[in-house]
């Protein structure tokens, strides 16, 4: 079957797929700044082994873009390429995996590496179970509390840095007497408190964390010790997930959607602590119980399969690069030049974010002289092939979201046209 696949007409789509239909869109709409800048690391490329910058570079040019969106995000050209050549006939299956049993042999073996990779990338201990759910991040903020508290009237603490810790907050209300151990909203969620200043509850069933707000760009860099008997940590991690390492057994549950560091929305991954699952509340619908998946691998109902098996690629790629010290360095990297920028310019540039909390994956900043500029500056880079650099609705300005699948390149190519811009327009 294999062997027919590979001559009938899906080969040819796969040609087709390769062959861009039009030029792309930076080899139209780059500046002659970005241009040059463009070819002269080319031509550096033509005589030496490509750099990872050159081939960055070549990356650009074959894709047309650099991509800032905060999720559904850049993913790493190598993974959409061995998507693309395994697409239509998966491991020579005659399939896609998207056509075939999750119970079969193929799907099972790639669900079981995603999770072995995730495992072995963040160290994960056997002491916790690794779940591929559905229904978002949002889901979980839910499912958290039907999980982990026994009823309504049940505590529960949250620090509340930014809109996506609000909005779990005010679900777990729904499931559990929560309550806010502290806010930001007064500083308009610019600034993480000291951790002796969060009024932690001892009867509160877990301390609720979102490590990084991916619209305000507020991230820990450190997590506070649960006060509660339990000694309960939960962490929404959707926009800092595998962006560096982390002690996975400070935490009694970790969640994340996989759109922004990990694979495509779809599927949501949870971390959980195993001596705190089978205590659902008995109302906790059978989607939303712990215990429904760790006993059935994540295979209770039909999973997301494809965002799963692209997931399972990611962390492959991610384990490629040397594992999540290596990326996390990577980060820190692209994030200084962003910041020191945005430092450097006199005021041109405001990140109102305390600088000890800024994130390295959502950058978020204003410009001095106001919207008008910030539309500008956003219709601009976009013109520059740098594109979804609007902040969100809810904050305006601009974001650059900078997660592990952004070449440095793109940074870098983001901080020469805002220092251009500013000399254009002092
Ligand atoms: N938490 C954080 C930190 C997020 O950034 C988002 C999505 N942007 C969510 C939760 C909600 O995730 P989902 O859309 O997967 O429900």
Same mark, same amino acid.
């Given at each position: 079957?294999?062997?027919? /696949?590979?001559?009938?007409?899906?080969?040819?789509?796969?040609?087709?797929?390769?062959?861009?239909?039009? @030029?792309?869109? =930076?080899?139209?709409?780059?500046?002659?700044?970005?241009?040059?800048?463009?070819?002269?690391?080319?031509?550096?490329?033509?005589?030496?082994?490509?750099?990872?910058?050159?081939?960055?570079?070549?990356?650009?040019?074959?894709?047309?873009?650099?991509?800032?969106?905060?999720? @559904?995000?850049?993913?790493?050209?190598?993974?959409? +390429?061995?998507?693309?050549?395994?697409?239509?006939?998966?491991?020579?299956?005659?399939?896609?995996?998207?056509?075939?049993?999750?119970?079969?042999?193929?799907?099972?073996?790639?669900?079981?590496?995603?999770?072995?990779?995730?495992?072995?990338?963040? =160290?994960?201990?056997?002491?916790?179970?690794?779940?591929?759910?559905?229904?978002?991040?949002?889901?979980?903020?839910?499912?958290?509390?039907?999980?982990?508290?026994?009823?309504?009237?049940?505590?529960?603490?949250?620090?509340?840095?930014?809109?996506?810790?609000?909005?779990?907050?005010?679900?777990?209300?729904?499931?559990?007497?929560?309550?806010?151990?502290?806010?930001?909203? *007064?500083?308009?969620?610019?600034?993480?408190?000291?951790? *002796?200043?969060?009024?932690?509850?001892?009867? /509160?069933?877990?301390?609720?964390?979102?490590?990084?707000?991916?619209?305000?760009?507020?991230?820990?860099?450190?997590?506070?010790?649960?006060?509660?008997?339990?000694?309960?940590?939960?962490?929404?991690?959707?926009?800092?997930?595998?962006?560096?390492?982390? *002690?996975?057994?400070?935490?009694?549950?970790?969640?994340?959607?996989?759109?922004?560091?990990?694979? @495509?929305?779809?599927?949501?991954?949870?971390?959980?602590?195993?001596?705190?699952?089978?205590?659902?509340?008995?109302?906790?619908?059978?989607?939303?119980?712990?215990?429904?998946?760790?006993?059935? /691998?994540?295979?209770?109902?039909?999973? @997301?399969?494809?965002?799963?098996?692209?997931?399972?690629?990611?962390?492959?790629?991610?384990?490629?690069?040397?594992?999540?010290?290596?990326?996390?360095?990577?980060?820190?990297?692209?994030?200084?030049?962003?910041?020191?920028?945005?430092?450097?310019?006199?005021?041109?540039?405001?990140?109102?974010?305390? +600088?000890?909390?800024?994130?390295?994956?959502?950058?978020?900043?204003?410009?001095?002289?106001?919207?008008?500029?910030?539309?500008?500056?956003?219709?601009?880079? *976009?013109?520059?092939?740098?594109?979804?650099?609007?902040?969100?609705?809810?904050?305006?300005?601009?974001?650059?979201?900078?997660?592990? /699948?952004?070449?440095?390149?793109?940074?870098?190519?983001?901080?020469?046209?805002?220092?251009?811009?500013?000399?254009?327009?002092?």
């Amino acid at each position: 079957m294999a062997a027919a /696949a590979a001559t009938t007409p899906h080969s040819l789509l796969l040609q087709r797929a390769a062959t861009p239909a039009a @030029p792309p869109r =930076a080899a139209i709409a780059a500046s002659s700044l970005s241009l040059s800048a463009r070819a002269a690391r080319i031509s550096c490329a033509a005589v030496a082994a490509p750099s990872p910058a050159a081939a960055a570079a070549a990356d650009e040019a074959e894709r047309g873009v650099y991509n800032f969106a905060a999720g @559904p995000a850049t993913l790493p050209l190598s993974v959409l +390429k061995r998507a693309q050549a395994e697409l239509v006939d998966y491991h020579g299956s005659g399939m896609s995996i998207m056509e075939m049993s999750h119970r079969g042999k193929e799907f099972d073996a790639a669900i079981k590496k995603a999770e072995a990779d995730l495992r072995a990338l963040l =160290a994960v201990p056997d002491t916790h179970a690794v779940l591929f759910l559905q229904g978002g991040a949002t889901t979980q903020f839910a499912a958290v509390p039907l999980n982990l508290c026994a009823g309504p009237t049940d505590p529960a603490d949250f620090v509340v840095s930014g809109s996506w810790s609000d909005k779990s907050f005010k679900e777990a209300k729904k499931f559990s007497a929560a309550s806010v151990a502290w806010s930001g909203k *007064d500083g308009k969620y610019t600034a993480l408190p000291p951790f *002796d200043a969060i009024k932690q509850n001892p009867e /509160a069933r877990f301390l609720h964390i979102c490590s990084n707000e991916t619209i305000h760009g507020v991230e820990f860099k450190d997590y506070p010790e649960p006060r509660n008997k339990s000694g309960i940590l939960v962490a929404d991690m959707s926009s800092n997930f595998c962006s560096k390492p982390v *002690d996975v057994s400070r935490f009694g549950v970790i969640y994340a959607g996989a759109q922004k560091n990990v694979g @495509p929305s779809g599927v949501t991954i949870a971390i959980v602590r195993k001596d705190l699952i089978g205590a659902a509340q008995p109302v906790t619908p059978v989607m939303l119980d712990f215990k429904t998946h760790a006993d059935n /691998a994540s295979l209770y109902n039909t999973p @997301p399969c494809f965002a799963i098996y692209i997931c399972g690629l990611v962390f492959e790629d991610l384990l490629a690069q040397g594992g999540l010290a290596e990326v996390e360095k990577k980060n820190a990297h692209k994030a200084g030049i962003l910041y020191d920028t945005v430092d450097a310019s006199s005021g041109y540039y405001i990140c109102p974010v305390d +600088k000890s909390v800024r994130s390295h994956m959502n950058v978020p900043f204003t410009l001095a002289k106001g919207p008008d500029f910030e539309k500008q500056f956003i219709a601009e880079a *976009d013109k520059e092939s740098m594109v979804q650099l609007k902040g969100h609705r809810s904050v305006g300005g601009v974001r650059a979201s900078i997660y592990n /699948a952004m070449p440095l390149a793109g940074v870098e190519k983001l901080v020469a046209f805002m220092k251009d811009f500013q000399a254009r327009n002092p």
